[in-house]
T-cell receptor, first 114, second 117 residues
Framework: KAGVTQTPRYLIKTRGQQVTLSCSPISGHRSVSWYQQTPGQGLQFLFEYFSETQRNKGNFPGRFSGRQFSNSRSEMNVSTLELGDSALYLC???WGTGIVYEQYFGPGTRLTVT | AQTVTQSQPEMSVQEAETVTLSCTYDTSESDYYLFWYKQPPSRQMILVIRQEAYKQQNATENRFSVNFQKAAKSFSLKISDSQLGDAAMYFCASFQYSGAGSYQLTFGKGTKLSVIP
């Protein structure tokens, strides 16, 4: 079974631009969660989508948004990029949403904002 | 708020020796899961071991085992017979209810493990 895939793997943007990252979950998984990883803050939860609905959201500004499609693929959008948005963005998929469902992580998208 | 603390930013171990990584967490929930994830330099996060809070028995996966002390809110990872491939960042994480029917995974800052040949 194919793992979680994320595209693109690397991205360079300038301040003020917007960016869209994509995540394709493992086949059959309906939940996708997004995380931001930085050296200073570590891994922080952004949001979770399940069956095309946002189920949970972390403490990030409204510039960070996402959506999920009927095939469970998810996109994350960051508008008006800031230098501090430079990070590794990880997505994770699981079969369901709840405490018993293990999350499987993708390789991440490395975003650099200049 | 849920917090997970890893007090050892870096550790090293000789190949074939045993090393223990520490983790403490804070929660008011009674139902939660704890995890250790491994992130090698290639960056793919891999689940190493999981522990259900309601289980008293410590989880074990081959060379990896945990020491789960629920009252002390401590969850350490022991790696036996360390191998070069064990070198990675190790993250402790807590998965628990975060309100409104949803759950959230909270990570510690990580411990970078080096394995010395």
């Amino acid at each position: 079974k194919a793992g979680v895939t994320q595209t693109p793997r690397y991205l360079i943007k300038t301040r003020g631009q917007q960016v869209t990252l994509s995540c394709s979950p493992i086949s059959g998984h309906r939940s996708v969660s997004w995380y931001q990883q930085t050296p200073g803050q570590g891994l922080q939860f952004l949001f979770e989508y399940f069956s095309e609905t946002q189920r949970n959201k972390g403490n990030f500004p409204g510039r960070f948004s996402g959506r999920q499609f009927s095939n469970s693929r998810s996109e994350m959008n960051v508008s008006t990029l800031e230098l501090g948005d430079s990070a590794l963005y990880l997505c994770a998929s699981s079969w369901g949403t709840g405490i018993v469902y293990e999350q499987y992580f993708g390789p991440g998208t490395r975003l650099t904002v200049t | 708020a849920q917090t997970v603390t890893q007090s050892q930013p870096e550790m090293s171990v000789q190949e074939a020796e045993t090393v223990t990584l520490s983790c403490t967490y804070d929660t008011s929930e009674s139902d939660y899961y704890l995890f250790w994830y491994k992130q090698p330099p290639s960056r793919q996060m891999i689940l190493v071991i999981r522990q259900e809070a309601y289980k008293q028995q410590n989880a074990t996966e081959n060379r990896f085992s945990v020491n789960f002390q629920k009252a002390a809110k401590s969850f350490s990872l022991k790696i036996s017979d360390s191998q070069l491939g064990d070198a990675a960042m190790y993250f402790c994480a807590s998965f628990q209810y975060s309100g409104a029917g949803s759950y959230q995974l909270t990570f510690g800052k990580g411990t970078k493990l080096s394995v010395i040949p």
